[in-house]
């Protein structure tokens, strides 16, 4: 096929029913297409993995095809920043960057069972992180290093294989090292396994923490387990997220060592440059009974204040199955509160409707949450919902049997799939199926209001370059299989066309300067975009900006359009973030 070329122009979106959507794509990527920064044929084979930041950067690892490409060197990461080309950061078989000669990239190929389980991570500042596995001299089978680029700069070793695994005991050297954590702020994470002249059994982990220059010892295996016992150790630990400012969660393994069979688990997170306990496996569960203890629990990564949700099975007087299948417990105000509970009724939906199962919640910025459940009547599985405090209280937002936004009536939603996320403005991404088509699948968003909206969907039509429309067949490809919403309402998606062709894209959820539809603040869709930009926009700007609203002000970290900040969120609100609006405002919506 002829080669399709990157394009920073809006690409439109047609509907099955041919209605124009207020979602507009840049590609960034095509299969087929020239591989970039390698040339001599080599062309993208497939894309995967993408990670997006609130300006618009993209890191994502694709596979390679064409001359001279084989098991050995088809693999690479690859990063693309808003108006820029794409960048190769890493290539199979290619010199390890910052390493002695002879040292190599191995194991980006999606399809072999040693490569990754990630591509890259980027910040808003465009900087990126990557592991890799290494090859070469003084590199075992499984060693790993990893690798950090600053916009512009080739790609430096920040840890890897062989350094000394500082903070636990003398004489441990890092094995491997896992896939970091990159926050917005630039701050990384990473968890590492040590081992002691390189034996078969590893000695420990330990979690780091720093930016793309250093790093700093957090926790890891021997430190006394902080809220345990004295003489409890953590055992085992690995970073679940950061806040934004640096602060790390982990999730760890705590034994006794008088009890070799002892196995508990604990979260902790850093408060004031503190480790703290948030929760362990046979403790009290915050917001229940006395007496009630977790049993089990998954961790979401802490927003930018710290605050977690918290998703498990608790067990104690009283606690019968199915009441302890599912119980979601979060410090989203300061205060742990239950916010959900298997047996509990599902609030906005008829008396007697209780939860069935409940999946991993989203939690942002502003202290709302959305979680998706699965609902019963009588003891019979009855709806999958969605449900958020979006609209001040505790409802579901969304629930099968329901209307489907904007389009024809009479469309309602058949299944809701565990894949909501929210962003700070409150908009919450999900996949779902409805009668339209219940073989296929699309991305809707629920709105502020309540009000949902399709996305993309098995059938739409993409403008992928002038007068070349692909048919959408499914979609995917964020770092967990499912397109992630960012602050700033971007999503990099990867989108699979009915003649068998594939892309990654940069979709926008929003206009930037589209706002509101209404300035009543009693009418429904007052703070949630309508697809043009007016006059009530510019006034809903000015009274956020005046009042030092941030979730809807802060637009940008730098006035300069060519900044890698310029369109991120920085949590100030400036001339930067005035001057940026009107320039959105007068470029209108694609």
Same mark, same amino acid.
């Given at each position: 096929m002829r080669p399709i070329y990157p394009s920073v122009l809006a690409l439109s979106l047609v509907s099955a029913h041919g209605l124009a959507q207020p979602l507009s794509f840049d590609l960034i990527a095509f299969v087929g297409q020239d591989a970039a920064d390698i040339?001599?044929?080599?062309?993208?084979?497939?894309?995967?993995?993408?990670?997006?930041?609130?300006?618009?950067?993209?890191?994502?690892?694709?596979?390679?095809?064409?001359?001279?490409?084989?098991?050995?060197?088809?693999?690479?990461?690859?990063?693309?920043?808003?108006?820029?080309?794409?960048?190769?950061?890493?290539?199979?078989?290619?010199?390890?960057d910052g390493l002695p000669q002879g040292v190599r990239y191995q194991g980006l190929c999606y399809e072999c069972s040693i490569g990754p389980i990630a591509g890259p991570r980027i910040a808003s500042d465009g900087d990126a992180a990557f592991m890799n596995l290494l090859t070469g001299d003084g590199f075992a089978f499984g060693q790993t290093g990893v690798f950090t680029r600053s916009v512009g700069q080739t790609p430096r070793p920040l840890i890897v294989s062989g350094d000394d695994a500082f903070g636990l005991p003398d004489g441990l050297d890092i094995f491997s090292v896992e896939v970091p954590i990159v926050d917005r702020s630039?701050?990384?994470?990473?968890?590492?396994? %040590?081992?002691?002249?390189?034996?078969? @059994? =590893?000695?420990g982990t330990a979690v780091y !923490?720093?930016?793309?220059? /250093? &790093?700093?010892?957090?926790?890891?295996?021997?430190?006394?387990?902080?809220?345990?016992?004295?003489g409890h150790i953590i055992w085992d630990v690995l970073p679940v997220g950061l806040t934004g400012e640096g602060a790390v969660t982990m999730r760890a393994t705590v034994r006794d060592p008088?009890?070799?069979?002892?196995?508990?688990?604990?979260?902790?997170?850093?408060?004031?440059?503190a480790i703290e306990l948030a929760a362990a496996t046979g403790e009290q569960a915050p917001a229940m009974d006395p007496g009630v203890v977790w049993r089990w629990f998954s961790v979401t990564p802490p927003n930018a204040s710290g605050r977690i949700a918290l998703l498990g099975d608790v067990e104690g007087d009283d606690i019968d199955f199915p009441e302890n299948s599912g119980v979601i417990i979060s410090d989203i105000t300061g205060d742990y509160r239950k916010l959900a509970? %298997?047996?509990?009724?599902?609030?906005? @939906? =008829?008396?007697?409707?209780?939860?069935? !199962?409940?999946?991993?919640? /989203? &939690?942002?910025?502003?202290?709302?949450?959305a979680f998706r459940a699965t609902t019963e009547i009588l003891g019979a599985q009855a709806n999958d919902v969605i449900v958020s405090n979006i609209l001040g209280e505790p409802r579901a937002v969304v629930v099968t049997g329901g209307q489907v936004g904007d389009v024809p009536v009479g469309e309602v939603f058949i299944s809701i799939f565990d894949s909501s996320d929210i962003n700070r403005r409150g908009q919450i991404a999900f996949s779902a199926r409805t009668s339209r088509d219940p073989q296929g699948f699309g991305l809707f968003l629920a709105e502020p209001n309540g009000l949902t909206r399709p996305l993309i969907r098995k059938g739409d039509h993409i403008e992928i370059a002038l007068r070349d429309f692909r048919e959408v067949e499914s979609f995917g490809g964020g770092l967990h299989g499912n397109p992630m919403l960012t602050d700033s309402g971007l999503l990099a998606i990867k989108i699979f066309f009915t003649d068998g062709t594939q892309?990654?894209?940069?979709?926008?959820?929003?206009?930037?300067?589209?706002?509101?539809?209404?300035?009543?603040?009693?009418?429904?869709?007052?703070?949630?975009?309508?697809?043009?930009?007016?006059?009530?926009?510019?006034?809903?700007?000015l009274d956020a900006f005046a009042s030092f609203n941030f979730e809807v002000a802060d637009l940008t970290?730098?006035?300069?359009?060519?900044?890698?900040?310029?369109?991120?969120?920085?949590?100030?609100?400036?001339a930067d973030d005035f001057f940026f609006f009107l320039d959105r405002f007068a470029e209108g919506c694609p």
């Open positions: 040339g001599n044929g080599v062309v993208y084979r497939f894309l995967i993995d993408a990670d997006i930041n609130d300006a618009g950067g993209v890191a994502w690892r694709a596979g390679l095809g064409g001359p001279g490409v084989d098991e050995n060197n088809d693999g690479a990461h690859y990063v693309a920043l808003l108006g820029a080309p794409s960048r190769l950061l890493a290539r199979d078989n290619a010199q390890a630039g701050a990384i994470a990473v968890s590492v396994l %040590a081992r002691i002249n390189n034996a078969q @059994l =590893p000695q !923490q720093g930016d793309a220059e /250093s &790093l700093r010892y957090v926790a890891g295996a021997g430190d006394d387990a902080v809220g345990f016992d004295p008088d009890d070799p069979f002892s196995n508990e688990q604990a979260v902790y997170r850093e408060v004031d440059g509970q %298997a047996g509990d009724q599902v609030p906005g @939906l =008829p008396d007697g409707e209780t939860y069935r !199962q409940l999946f991993t919640p /989203s &939690l942002n910025d502003a202290a709302q949450y892309g990654l894209f940069r979709a926008r959820v929003n206009c930037r300067a589209d706002l509101t539809g209404s300035s009543d603040p009693n009418a429904p869709d007052f703070g949630v975009p309508d697809g043009q930009i007016d006059a009530e926009d510019f006034f809903f700007f970290a730098s006035g300069d359009p060519g900044d890698p900040l310029y369109g991120a969120l920085d949590g100030v609100l400036s």
